[in-house]
């Protein structure tokens, strides 16, 4: 009975694994077609007062969102204020407004389930809201103000400025961020506002007449573009709304500071800050590219095989997969009016730094001496496309993103052509772009780590110049 049993048993898993085997053979699929992106273009429109408006309906849900970009940035904070462009978007709706104090700002959108944010970029502002679209005549009425007359109350203005500068106290508790925050500085310059950091002696500077000016000057309807999808009735009856509740809003001229031109020298600099901390932190900074530059397309595609793509990318295969030396390990550009900049990154073990910092520089070295692999090009433009496509969820985001790049100075069928020009990309345009761009004997090498853990002296890649943690 036993024998019988275990006969049985071992058939039974003979079969299964077979039948199992058989479940596994890869299926043979029909070849897909090419994607065809036609995204909605929704409605451009000027108000009186010279904003611009992107429209789009959407009754799918019975709730409304806006979002207005604002051509304004951190960059243009005045060197002694530092922070100041933060502090003013941080106290758009939280410091009142002229119609409404603090607290009745607070009650009345906690009892909508509404929300009214603001965001401070580099290059832009951003004030949004969203409610559902019964309550959207009160809640409108909150954030046009709050666009329009945003009075900076003493006791916010004073709440906000010290959680500042307890942030700034704070700012080295994740040595992650310093890294790449002090990599930034260091590539920049302290001096030009691509590598500014606020400072106690620059929040403590500012003042509300500080904050009332930097708004009076940029935040003007002719220097706003506005998002606008939802829930409404009809194109008319939200240009009409749009209209009125802006309609004593004047247009003006805006003020932009220069920015000092970007002066990058092509040679290896390493920084280093000495840190008693488990992992080390390496940043590879080189110099980017300018928006608009049109060797964009085939950056993103070499990028994506370098460093880019998630776990199929050559950083993430070779240190983290096949070495194991990284959990973290990857690369992007940022675009800048003057030049951007190429960053990789990776946190890993101080015993093994030097063998991950060599392997970053080879896989630089690599990208720019040999042609990828076809399949390593349709990856990438395939994960490239399908990305870009899925960032448009819903016609707000949709709105969000014509109104982005207009503030920006795209052209206007930039958006409709993306995935159009991504893949015409080759393997030659990959490669001469690495050439011009990744070069690691001039790449600047940011290390924050702990010196006595480490395999190998920071001093084999090159003449260091040590930071002080602060």
């Known amino acids: ?241 749009l209209n009125d509740s802006f309609s004593l809003w004047q247009p003006g001229k805006v003020e932009f500071p220069e920015i000092p031109k970007v002066e990058i020298k092509p040679q290896r600099s390493i920084y280093f800050i000495d840190k008693d901390i488990a992992q080390t932190f390496i940043v590879l900074l080189q110099k980017g590219i300018k928006r608009h530059d049109s060797i964009e397309f085939p950056l993103t595609v070499a990028n994506h095989i370098l460093g880019g793509g998630s776990f199929s990318s050559r950083l993430t295969n070779e240190i983290r997969t096949k070495k194991g030396l990284a959990y973290s390990v990857y690369s992007y550009f940022a675009k800048r009016p003057d030049y951007g900049y190429v960053l990789a990154y990776c946190g890993t073990k101080p015993q093994t730094y030097s063998q991950s910092l060599e392997e970053m520089l080879k896989q630089f070295q690599l990208m720019r001496e040999k042609t990828v692999s076809v399949q390593e090009l349709n990856i990438a433009k395939s994960s490239i496309i399908n990305s870009f496509v899925f960032r448009f969820p819903t016609p707000f985001s949709l709105m969000e993103e014509r109104a982005s790049y207009e503030l920006y100075n795209y052209p206007k069928n930039y958006l409709d052509k993306y995935t159009e020009e991504m893949a015409k990309i080759t393997q030659t345009d990959v490669l001469e772009v690495s050439k011009k761009i990744l070069d690691p004997e001039t790449a600047m090498i940011f290390v924050l780590g702990d010196s006595k853990k480490f395999d190998k002296p920071l001093s084999s890649f090159g003449k260091v110049i040590e930071l002080k943690d602060e």
């Open 1 to 241: 009975m036993k024998e019988h049993f275990l006969k049985t048993l071992i058939l039974g898993s003979s079969f299964f694994v077979f039948a199992s085997s058989l479940y596994a053979i890869k299926p043979k699929l029909p070849k897909s077609k090419p994607l065809n992106f036609s995204p909605p273009q929704g409605a451009r429109h000027l108000l009186k007062n010279g904003m611009v408006v992107y429209i789009l309906k959407d009754n799918t849900l019975p709730i409304i969102n806006i979002s207005a970009k604002i051509r304004t940035g951190k960059m243009y904070d005045a060197k002694d204020k530092i922070g100041l462009a933060q502090l003013t978007a941080d106290l758009l709706k939280d410091g009142g407004t002229l119609k409404y104090k603090p607290e009745e700002i607070d009650e009345i959108l906690e009892f909508s389930g509404a929300s009214i944010s603001s965001k401070m970029f580099m290059e832009e502002g951003e004030v949004s809201l969203r409610c559902l679209s019964k309550d959207f005549e009160k809640v409108f009425d909150i954030y046009s103000d709050v666009l329009m007359n945003p009075t900076f109350n003493d006791d916010k203005v004073k709440l906000f400025k010290n959680d500042t500068l307890e942030g700034i106290r704070r700012r080295n508790d994740n040595p992650d961020s310093q890294a790449q925050r002090e990599a930034l500085r260091m590539f920049y310059g302290k001096n030009h506002p691509y590598g500014w950091r606020t400072e106690s002696s620059t929040i403590e500077a500012i003042n509300k007449a500080d904050l009332k000016n930097f708004h009076s000057n940029f935040y003007k309807p002719n220097n706003i573009i506005l998002a606008v999808s939802g829930d409404f009735k009809n194109e008319e009856e939200i240009l009409k709304n």
